[in-house]
């Protein structure tokens, strides 16, 4: 300013740190994660057998009342090795909230007021985004899918031999987390725009200019990502090009916003 002092807002919280701090700091934070991490993972393994079942139920409603159903592992250690998955995957999905405020706490100090105040709601939301294209996959896409598969059964005759599913635990359980993934990834798609149109990086300009991109962009990752069925891959892609549009919408409102401000500082 003018007058020899400076602007709270433009100085970083706590002031400058020393390398050596911010090694600690960093170590201290890492530490945190891993504690986090791996106490979620025994939790996760000692409850490994009622999340799989949970995981396998869409399988199991869609195949009620047939008889002789079930699950197979054809390696003596495959059941051991899907539970330590299933241990992974939970202390994963569980754990993602505390190493993000670990990263956060970390970041946050080196970071301006109004930059701690524009990246919060996104660290709110990248949860709740994720959440919310896991739940898509458990309800809507693993059930369409699982029927598409099961419609390639016949039960034989005529000296043709039955063609029976008998899904194996550990493909099992690595198609589902696959697509759980895939969808909690591609539903974080709007924070990343947003994000990047806020800093200036993308503009609405650029967003609309490459739309037909994205679409081709969304169905090859959908292609790549999903089981090889028309039904997964169209239920992965057309989220991603609606989440498109949405952020596109919202960069709208960034820009207006922005060139509200600049207004303002010049007048």
Known sequence: MADGTQDPDQD????????????????RRLVISAIAFFACFFVGYALAEPIFTFLVQPLADITAGQAGRRMIYTALHEAFFTYIKVGFFFAACVSFPIVSMQLWLFVAPGLYKHERRALMPFLAATPVLFTLGAAMVYYIVVPLA???????????????????????????????????????????????????AKVGIVSVEGLRAKRKY?????????AILTPPDVISQVLLAVPIIVLYEISILFAVMIEKKRAEAEAAAED
């Open 146 to 196: 699982w029927k598409f598969f099961l419609g390639f059964e016949h039960p034989g005759g005529n000296g043709d031999l039955p063609l029976v599913l008998e899904p194996k635990v550990d493909q099992y359980l690595s198609l589902v987390m696959r697509l759980i993934f895939a969808f909690g990834v591609a539903f974080e798609l709007p924070v990343l725009i947003i994000l990047m």
């Open 214 to 222: 994205a679409i081709v962009v969304a169905f090859v990752a959908a």
């Open 12 to 27: 970083l919280e706590g002031g400058k740190m020393p390398l050596l701090d911010h090694l600690v700091e960093l170590r």
